[in-house]
């Protein structure tokens, strides 16, 4: 049997995170790797024909002679990941779907595939094989919860990684936390379940091995539960940098409580785990309190990020606007409150209620969901739109503060600014991780080809320039932690891309809104608080 396995494109990223168009090149890149379809790819096991396609980096072939195709899908890769089954089923190929978006809501895919595995597919794998071998697929798998020390090593072999920058390691599944607009724990759950650390060690060295020196720990909340977390960091901290190895810089996502813990900090940094997404979302107690968010409750949260940097780790943030409680002065203040956080890269976003969250059921049952078109379904809240009409301002005045918003944070001047706020504040890394030819050479580690060629195209703008030689001038002042400044320029660089092209596409209006109860406001005032 032959399996094509596809990981579909984002709707909303569909020009490729380094797509040829755009950048003027031959091939394209991606930041990360689809560590979905290589998963799936060796739960099949041997004896079967597997091609994988993240439609990031590779056009999906539609005359594969494969006698299935696979389709593995989040919320975002959703919508295409139905164009591409209609157009395989129309052929008369037989498809199977799964993924978190297909787990979480089944009767949105009803009748758009020929079989849907509903949850952790590790649990059906065996089963799911035998049938596809003996041509008789159920239309539906229900799947338990996985147990994560059985888990295969996933079929990285498989997949174009000469083209991918970060590989992906899955540590854990599932977190404790209950936010009401967050879809995690409504498929994963609430307990959350490791991957023993031998095995992370053992993804870490055949990813090594395939070239990669960047690896984003797939997780939902690395550092919540610290003695796994510690016990983790221990062996990635004795394999990083040590026997012959090069230095690998690690990435993943926690909560801002990793503040509170200034060892399980250091120890982030001795393993080389100098970057990890918060979600700060908002300096409104208020707004936190609403959503459910009570681990960013009752604290400094410009002070805790400051401890997290200074003791070697930086922070990437999400932030967000379009609570309840938010009002039209909302912009202002998140604009001078994410100018005070020692946070480079700052992914802004619309409160948006996704489908199965509890959010989506109060905001169902207030009468205050919109659904523009078909695409609402899938993905609610693209390019800062919300499906929900907002309590105290219009969606359209939503969508332009927020863009207002993230252009403001985005730009050069501003970016400058906190890059020197993170320059002052960064403990260096450990000596291991430092040595010549490591992972503070260009190549890898700061986005390889497509973040070379990423800087070479914003280097023709004369913000992005000075931007570029303020962060040069940076790394000469402190060479020590030049890799984390050259790591969070591609990343800055990115998010200025996806920006600009959602700004083409929607043509929302990044001026400073007529709408704002400040004229001047914060844009115009001469210091921002450090």
């Given amino acids: 049997m032959r399996l094509y396995l596809i990981a579909p494109a984002p709707t909303f990223g569909r020009d490729g995170l380094f797509a040829d168009k755009v950048l003027n090149t031959e091939e394209r890149y991606a930041l990360m790797g689809s560590a979905g379809i290589t998963t799936v790819a060796a739960l099949f096991g041997d004896g079967i024909g597997i091609r994988l396609c993240d439609e990031l980096i590779d056009d999906v072939d539609f005359d594969d002679p494969a006698d299935l195709i696979g389709l593995s899908m989040n919320v975002g890769q959703a919508a295409r990941g139905i164009e591409i089954a209609r157009r395989f089923r129309a052929a008369g190929r037989k498809v199977i779907m799964g993924g978190p978006h297909v787990s979480l809501v089944p009767e949105v895919f009803a009748g758009e595939a020929d079989s849907l595995v509903i949850g952790e597919f590790e649990t059906v794998a065996e089963q799911v094989r035998a049938d596809a071998l003996a041509g008789r697929l159920r239309p539906e798998y229900r799947c338990g919860k996985a147990d994560l020390a059985t888990a295969p090593m996933p079929r990285w072999d498989l997949y174009s990684n000469r083209r991918t920058i970060s590989g992906v390691i899955q540590t854990s599944r599932g977190c404790p936390f209950e936010c009401n607009f967050c879809d995690v724990i409504q498929y994963l759950g609430r307990v959350q379940r490791h991957k023993p650390p031998p095995m992370v060690v053992a993804e870490a060295q055949a990813l090594y091995d395939l070239g990669y020196r960047v690896m984003n720990l797939s997780d ?115 604009f001078a409150f994410g100018m005070a956080l020692p946070v480079i890269n700052l992914r802004v976003s619309v409160l948006v209620a996704p489908l199965a969250t509890p959010l989506h059921g109060q905001m169902k049952a207030a009468g205050r969901l919109v659904a523009d078109d078909a695409m609402a379904q899938f993905y609610p809240g693209g390019d800062l739109w919300s499906n929900i009409v907002p309590r105290n301002m219009s969606r359209a005045q939503l969508a332009e503060g927020a863009s207002w918003l993230a252009e403001a944070l985005f730009d050069p001047d501003n970016a400058i600014r906190r890059f020197e706020h993170v320059a002052a504040l960064l403990a260096p890394p450990p000596e291991h991780l430092c040595r010549p030819g490591g992972a503070g050479r260009i190549g890898r580690t700061t986005g390889g080809a497509g973040g070379l060629k990423l800087i070479a195209r914003a280097a023709r703008t004369p913000g992005s320039r000075r931007l570029i030689e303020a962060v040069a001038a940076l790394s000469q002042a402190r060479p020590e932690i030049a890799r984390d400044l050259s790591a969070a320029l591609v990343g800055y660089l990115n998010a200025r891309l996806a920006l600009d092209l959602a700004g083409r596409r929607v043509g929302v209006r990044a001026a400073r809104p007529a709408f704002f109860p400040h004229p001047g406001g914060p844009v115009a005032t001469a210091g921002f608080p450090t």
């Fill in 220 to 334: 939902d909340n690395f550092t919540v539960y610290r003695k796994a977390s510690r016990a983790l960091l221990s062996e990635l901290a004795a394999w990083n940098g040590h026997g012959g190895r090069d230095p690998v810089q690690f990435s993943t996502q926690a909560s801002i409580d990793l503040a509170r813990d200034a060892d399980l900090v250091r120890m982030c940094s001795e393993a080389g785990l100098r970057d990890i997404f918060i979600g700060i979302e908002t300096s409104s107690e208020e707004a936190l309190s609403e959503s459910g968010k009570r681990q960013n409750l009752r604290q400094d949260l410009v002070a805790a990020t400051k401890r997290i940097v200074a003791g070697g780790v930086v922070v990437s943030a999400g932030m967000m606007v379009g609570f309840d409680s938010d009002d039209l002065g909302t912009f202002e203040r998140q």
